[in-house]
């Protein structure tokens, strides 16, 4: 079987689907979803189908399908019953009639098959395997979902309403070249930023036959460890990066997505090893961003807690280079959730605070007071070497001695550690337990959820 990907207008055709099971209502979803208002003839439909009916999306004729029925020509017809002698002998009356079919208990003499569909409207992408390998249509499908950004549909509306403007400025002989450039530039990735301004502003410099920089800075939150935790738009930026800096607390196995020709340095970060002075690492930024190149600053966790990002977005901002922000999965949630302490509960606290336990010369000067709120969790950053003077200083401002405390040491990876105490016993505890760094440290009633919750 030979097949022919076309497109149709969903509005110019008659859809008509027999059957109303959960094959059927596969099927008319995708039709609704893409405009179509069908024709349902089944006896019965599922509740899906039937509040479409109610909602006036499709036609519903509650009845068995006959050897009177019609189907006009050029029609699409769907057969879906539960019933091979009737999906036969209504496909023969459909093709005799001059209508087109398709059914999904038999492919072989199918007229038409439906793809599997990424859908960002007004672009389509269709995959398809003439109905020989649905599981890997399917698949496929599914991995252009997770790099084709959301707004991609907003994208295809700029272009189509930038053409115009290309047609008179761009003589036709050049104009293919023109978009090369234009999906190759800074322009594509600013409108899905909505950046428009900025956009532009490199649209007009291409039309104008200059050649933009580039350059660009991407401040991305790489999550707590686990490299499922990236989010799709950090796993892109990662994969078209030119340059990286990154530092200790991402995960190798984030650094294996990127390309293998990506400049990467290390900046640093251990607690008593800064391996480049932060001034350095906003100079750096700077310095290879007006090069032209696409500068990845990778982060551990969410690049806006705890994570020094909006000094190095300053620096940027002051010198004029374009970036964007990708939020992060921050520790408090990945290692809340791998750990199974919900961080607020409506029996335990109804707010939660983060702080960072970096200790300047020996002392720790936190708020201490504020931090000792009845049903608020506290979560600590940075905390273990200062552990037992926090200790100490909750219980001294009147946090109950027994509070349950957690330490979840290297939260989300596979080596993942919680360890329990509380705030009286914790300190012995660190002092006769192996502990290595990053830790996250929990502390309230929810800790005692832990118990029950642990999944991991
Ligand atoms: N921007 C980061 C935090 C940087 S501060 C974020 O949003 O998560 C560094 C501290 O984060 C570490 O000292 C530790 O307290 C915590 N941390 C980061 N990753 C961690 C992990 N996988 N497990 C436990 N703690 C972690």
Redesign the pocket.
């Known amino acids: 079987m030979m097949t022919l990907p076309l497109v149709f207008r969903a509005d110019r055709r008659q859809f008509i689907v027999v059957g109303g099971g959960a094959v059927a209502t596969r099927k008319i979803h995708t039709l609704v979803t893409a405009g179509c208002h069908p024709l349902v003839i089944s006896p019965q439909v599922s509740p899906e189908v039937q509040s479409l009916a109610d909602a006036g999306v499709i036609t519903l004729s509650l009845k068995r399908v006959d050897l009177e029925q019609s189907y006009p020509f050029g029609s699409f017809v769907v057969l879906a019953t539960d019933d091979k002698a009737v999906n036969d002998e209504q496909a023969a009356r459909a093709q005799q009639q001059g209508a087109l079919i398709c059914r999904a208990d038999n492919q072989d003499n199918n007229d038409f098959i439906f793809p599997a569909v990424v859908d960002r409207s007004p672009l389509l992408i269709s995959v398809s395997s003439r109905g020989a390998a649905p599981a890997l249509t399917r698949h496929i499908k599914q991995r252009l979902e997770a790099f084709l950004p959301q707004q991609y549909g907003r994208l295809a509306n700029e272009v189509e309403s930038l053409r115009a403007q290309v047609k008179i400025a761009v003589a036709a002989s050049k104009r293919a070249a023109f978009w090369r450039q234009w999906m190759q530039s800074q322009a594509p990735d600013l409108i899905l930023a909505k950046q428009a301004a900025k956009a532009d502003e490199i649209t007009q410099a291409l039309l104008a036959g200059e050649h933009p920089s580039r350059g660009e800075v991407f401040l991305v939150?790489a999550?707590?460890?686990d490299p499922d935790l990236l989010t799709f738009r950090a796993l892109r930026l990662i994969q078209s990066a030119d340059v990286v800096f990154y530092d200790r607390?991402v995960?190798p196995a984030i650094m294996e997505f990127l390309s293998p020709d990506t400049e990467r340095f290390y900046v640093g970060?251990a607690?008593s090893d800064h391996s480049l002075p932060q001034d350095g690492i906003n100079q750096l930024l700077v310095q290879e961003a007006k090069k032209g190149k696409r500068v990845l600053r990778l982060?551990?966790?969410?690049?806006?807690?705890?994570?020094r990002?909006g000094e190095e977005i300053e620096e940027l901002a002051a010198a004029g280079v374009p970036f964007q922000v990708v939020p992060?999965?921050?520790?408090?949630s990945?290692?809340s959730a791998y750990a199974g302490i919900p961080l607020t509960h409506r029996d335990h606290a109804q707010s939660v605070r983060f702080v960072?336990?970096?200790l300047k010369d020996g002392t720790c000067d936190l708020p201490w007071a504020e931090l000792i709120h009845p049903s608020q969790t506290l979560v600590?950053?940075?905390?273990?070497a200062g552990l037992p003077h926090i200790c100490q200083q909750l219980i001294a401002h009147n946090m109950a001695a027994t509070t349950p405390i957690a330490l979840?040491?290297?939260?989300?990876?596979p080596d993942?550690k919680v360890h329990i105490a509380t705030l009286e016993t914790m300190p012995n505890y660190i002092e006769t337990h192996d502990i290595q760094?990053?830790?996250?440290?929990i502390v309230g009633s929810v800790v005692a959820l832990h118990e029950t919750l642990k999944w991991r």
Do not use: S, W
């Open positions: 939150g999550g707590p460890g607390l995960n970060k607690r982060k551990g966790g969410d690049p806006f807690i705890f994570g990002g992060g999965i921050t520790a408090a990945g290692c960072t336990g970096h600590i950053y940075m905390g273990l979840v040491e290297k939260g989300t990876l993942q760094a990053p830790t996250l440290t």
